[in-house]
């Protein structure tokens, strides 16, 4: 386990897709100043999207590089794509940056735990079934990706009790507002413990 004696913590949101939480955990990290690190992806960039913003856009060639060079802390495969961390970007963002954020389905979420241990706090975001589907349907989701996705929702729900906070994601503004505060908190108690 990579948890060391330093107390910059690893912020991961985590929950089904759709449920809005790039959009939520980008507003709370604009909030409170805190960097993302970002996945690598194989996948063409969606309408919308930007390379370095919302993945580093790649090759499968360069992944596959990236993979035999044991670069990826996880790596995952999804819909003939691949997803990965690179843990020389996550071990450079705590070192410049302090606390991070990112953004995982459960599996990641889990690897990142197992990972780093109490470092990490897992913000589990959530909204019903028909919400979630709508709203990717509204972002203009591939018919069949999306169908992946709603048949993995009740897996990703079950996901829940094991984080360490959950937050539903209707009113954007009020999901942000909460999280923001409870983030908050973790990041004076830091301060606090390392002075
Ligand atoms: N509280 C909200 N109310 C209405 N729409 C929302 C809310 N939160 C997010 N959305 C919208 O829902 C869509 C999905 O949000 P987002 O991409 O952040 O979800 P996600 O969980 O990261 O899923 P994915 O990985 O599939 O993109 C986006 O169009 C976003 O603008
Ligand atoms: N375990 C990981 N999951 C990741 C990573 N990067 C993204 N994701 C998750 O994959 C799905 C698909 O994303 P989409 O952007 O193509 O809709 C979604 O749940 C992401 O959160 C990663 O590095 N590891």
Excluded: W
Excluded at 55 to 74: C, K, M, S, V, W
């Amino acid at each position: 386990m990579n948890e060391g004696s330093d107390r910059r913590l690893l912020f991961v949101f985590t929950g089904p897709d759709g449920s809005g939480r790039k959009t939520v955990a980008d507003s709370v990290g604009a909030t409170l100043g805190i960097a993302k690190v970002i996945s690598y992806a194989t996948r063409k960039p969606r309408p919308g999207e930007a390379n370095g913003q919302d993945y580093h856009f790649i090759t499968p060639e360069l992944y596959e590089q990236f993979e035999r060079a044991g670069d990826f802390i996880e790596s995952i495969r999804m819909n003939e794509s691949r997803y990965g961390l690179r843990g020389a970007d996550i071990e450079q963002s705590l070192r410049e940056g302090g606390s991070i954020y990112l953004v995982l389905n459960p599996e990641g979420a889990q690897l990142l735990k197992e990972q780093y241990g109490d470092r990490v706090i897992r913000l589990f975001i959530y909204a019903d079934r028909r919400t979630v589907e709508q709203r990717q349907r509204d972002a203009g989701i591939d018919p069949a990706i999306l169908q992946f996705k709603m048949d993995q929702y009740a897996a990703a729900i079950a996901y829940q009790p094991s984080c360490e906070h959950a937050f539903e994601n209707y009113d954007l503004a009020h999901t942000v507002f909460e999280i923001a505060n409870t983030l908050e908190h973790y990041l004076q108690r830091n301060l606090v413990e390392r002075d």
